[in-house]
Each structure stands twice: as C-alpha cells, then as structure tokens.
C-alpha cells in the first residue's frame, strides 16, 4: 500500500532553517509530481509547493517562494522541503501529498510539525 | 490567484440529515474541483474529484456537483463517521487554493 512517512519537524527560532523529509513506498515514485501541504493549528489547509516527477518543474505558494525550496532524490524515494528564513507564521504541520493528475493529492502522510518560536 | 470561498463554516447536523456545503470559486475552473474530508488529527481523504467524481471505496451517500462556478457537496444521509470538517480545492492553476472548511457537528 502507499506510504508517506514525514520526518524533520521540530521548534526553530525565527529566521531559522529546517529540511524536511517524505519517505515513501507503495508506488513508483519516479512517475509521479509530489506536494506540501500545510495547516497551521486549528486552521485550514494551504497548498506549499509542487515538483514534477522528474524535479524539471517546481511551483510554490507566494508565502513560501524564494524562502522554501522543494526537491526529491528519486534514488532514494524521498521527497524534500527545505525551509529557510523561517517565521512564525510557518507554525504548522507539514503534510507530504501525492499528485494524481493534475494537481490532485490522492495519498497523504500524516505530517510533522514545524513549530518557529522565540 | 484563484480564491475558493467555502460555506457554511460550520454545520450542526443529525445522524440521517441531508447535508450540502457549497464552494464559488472567483474564476472559471471548468470541473477542476475536489473535496476532501478530515477528521482531528488525522491527514485529509479525498472523496471526490473533477466536480463529481467518486473516488474509489467512498460511500455513494456523497455526491458532487457543479454549475458554472459553483460547486456543492452533498451527503444525502449523514452517517455518525461523516462529523468531520470538509474541504473543496481548485486543481485549475498554481497556486492551487482551498476553500477555508467546513466542520460538520453533531446536533
């Protein structure tokens, strides 16, 4: 069955940086676009960023761009979210999602959350 | 960018209710619209897809349907595992939008 198993949450400082991870399993990986999605606490969900299934095209929510940089190692099966000049506003659980085409997110992990705070 | 805008934000609601949760996207997204479902603590499911597509092993009590840039979820008969807080999502274009939820409660 498909699995997504995220990793690499924790407390950072503002202005800080963390990389998260998505470990997969259950599918082709390589035939497939990946995506972040996050939702910070008792709030709703908000779409982060996207890759293609080869890494040759990435898109990312204005809140994130130039700050985030999403990236798979298709060797491996794992997908990637580094997360640069953190700030509080990036409080959430991070969620690794699927794509079904187009732009569908049929599989998700449970999250980690990435909590920024002083 | 694509703005969902998601009503009711909350619902409070009977075992056998019918129940409908609409979404207006500010934009033609022709059927390009999903529906997810998520219970506390726990990732969202998809339950359907291009408007009105059911995804494979989602009970046929939910339904979706569009006009223009409308769009409704319907659960004809609520089912104690259906309290839950129901999302719409734009697939059309990046950034790809939510709507901002529904919770749906016990009455």
């Known amino acids: 069955q498909v699995l997504l198993v995220e990793s690499g949450g924790g407390v950072v400082q503002p202005g800080g940086s963390l990389r998260l991870s998505c470990a997969t399993s259950?599918?082709?990986?390589?035939?497939?676009?990946m995506h972040w999605v996050r939702q910070a606490p008792g709030k709703g969900l908000e779409w982060v960023a996207f890759?293609?299934?080869?890494?040759?095209?990435?898109y990312y929510a204005d809140s994130v761009k130039g700050r985030f940089t999403i990236s798979r190692d298709n060797s491996e099966n794992i997908l990637y979210l580094q997360m640069n000049s953190l700030r509080t506003e990036d409080t959430a659980v991070y969620h690794c999602?699927?794509?079904?085409?187009?732009?569908?997110?049929?599989?998700w992990g449970q999250g980690t959350l990435v909590t920024v705070s002083s | 960018d694509i703005q969902v805008t998601q009503s009711p934000s909350f619902l409070s609601a009977s075992v056998g209710d019918r129940v409908t949760i609409t979404c207006r996207a500010s934009?033609?997204?022709?059927?390009?619209l999903a529906w997810y479902q998520q219970k506390p603590g726990k990732a969202p499911k998809l339950l359907i897809y291009?408007?009105?597509t059911l995804e494979s092993g989602v009970p046929s009590r939910f339904s979706g349907s569009a006009s223009g840039t409308d769009f409704t979820l319907t659960i004809s008969s609520l089912q104690p595992e259906d309290f839950a807080t129901y999302y719409c999502?734009?697939?059309?274009?990046?950034?790809?939008?939510f709507g901002g939820g529904t919770k749906v409660e016990i009455k």
């Open positions: 934009q033609d997204i022709s059927s390009y």
């Open positions: 291009t408007a009105s």
């Open positions: 999602a699927k794509d079904r085409h187009p732009n569908l997110f049929d599989y």
């Open positions: 999502q734009q697939l059309k274009t990046y950034p790809l939008t």
């Open positions: 259950g599918f082709t990986f390589t035939s497939y676009a």
């Open positions: 890759i293609r299934y080869d890494g040759s095209d990435k």
